[in-house]
């Protein structure tokens, strides 16, 4: 009987010990949900592809000027604008002014009665400084030295207080065919006026580039591009010419092509004289085109690429254009406003 409750007994107390040991025991962990899948939209919108090239912002290529005899007695300013009938330097302590004109002087205008192109030149300056020239010939060649003109020449003269000889040779006029600015100044006082004395340069700001003719391009005049300044301010510009250039014979890069691009608006560069710039050029465009992140493509084993629904069927499409992290696509049933699985 004593064995018998003593057996009882122990059964209780390993009842017991269980039961404590199972309630003590933590929660199984709930099974954990399947992960979310990242998803994006099928958007219409516009793709481009830019080019960036390195150029230099000045005023396009420079004009060197020579004088005639005669020794240089005062030099003009670097950036000195040139005017029409004004001095721009001296030789022999005479001025050398600035006619505009098709035709340089090659002669000199000394005796009445000569005609040419070179005397229309001086008939017109003379006109649009008001003084009294007559009417000339339409035909430019015809143009007549007459007395009436001489009497003007040297009216005009004393007003610029030159010597009043009635007489126009060429070394005291420089003729030009446009309004221009001094460049670089190279000759000094006393050199021969013969030397290359300075050189002239457009007075519009230009950013000018030189490209091999095969990565030209699309580069082609009025094309839209966009300058980058040095401190990254975007300004609309357009290529105004792309000019083959012969390349020298020991380069190996083959023939180049001069590219000149001029500012829309030339007071978005008129803070700057020369620097360098980045020129941004589209060279690939898409308007209006249904378009999804690259990492939303799909490629699928026989080839070609899909789309993934979030259900997990999937959307054969046709890609287009690629621009930066999108990609143009078509395809059945592909809408703007599609959800699609994107890669997490």
Do not use: C, H
Not at 153 to 159: F, I, N, R, T, V
Request: hydrophobic share 45%.
């Amino acid at each position: 009987m004593r064995r018998t409750v003593i057996a009882v007994t122990v059964l209780v107390v390993v009842v017991i010990a269980v039961v404590l040991v199972v309630r003590a025991r933590p929660p199984e962990p709930a099974a954990a949900p399947p992960p979310a899948v990242k998803t994006t939209t099928v958007r219409k919108g516009d793709l481009t592809n830019t080019r960036t090239l390195q150029a230099q912002l000045g005023f396009g290529t420079a004009r060197p000027v020579k004088g005639a005899t005669g020794t240089v007695t005062k030099l003009p300013a670097t950036g000195q604008a040139t005017e029409l009938g004004k001095e721009l330097y001296r030789v022999d302590d005479q001025p050398v002014v600035v006619f505009f004109g098709a035709t340089p002087l090659f002669r000199a205008l000394d005796t009445p009665g000569l005609k040419g192109s070179d005397v229309a030149v001086v008939i017109d300056n003379l006109a649009a400084l008001g003084y009294s020239v007559g009417t000339r010939p339409t035909d430019a060649t015809k143009a007549e030295l007459t007395p009436r003109v001489v009497e003007s020449l040297k009216k005009w003269q004393k007003a610029l207080g030159a010597d009043q000889t009635g007489v126009l040779a060429p070394g005291r006029v420089l003729v030009l065919d446009r309004p221009m600015r001094v460049g670089t100044v190279k000759a000094q006082l006393g050199d021969p006026a013969a030397e290359e004395l300075f050189e002239l340069t457009p007075t519009t700001r230009l950013v000018s580039l030189q490209v091999a003719v095969s990565e030209a391009g699309v580069l082609k005049a009025d094309l839209p591009v966009t300058i980058v300044r040095p401190d990254n301010r975007a300004v609309p510009a357009k290529v105004t010419s792309v000019t083959p250039v012969a390349a020298p014979a020991d380069n190996g890069g083959g023939p180049k092509a001069d590219v000149v691009v001029t500012p829309d608006n030339p007071a978005d560069v008129e803070d700057l004289d020369t620097a360098p710039v980045r020129l941004t050029i589209t060279t690939e465009s898409r308007a209006g085109v249904l378009t999804v992140p690259l990492a939303a493509l799909v490629a699928l084993k026989e080839g070609g690429y899909a789309v993934q629904l979030p259900s997990g069927g999937l959307k054969a499409v046709r890609t287009g254009l690629y621009s930066q992290d999108k990609v143009e696509i078509s395809g059945d049933g592909v809408t703007d406003g599609l959800e699609v699985v994107t890669a997490q």
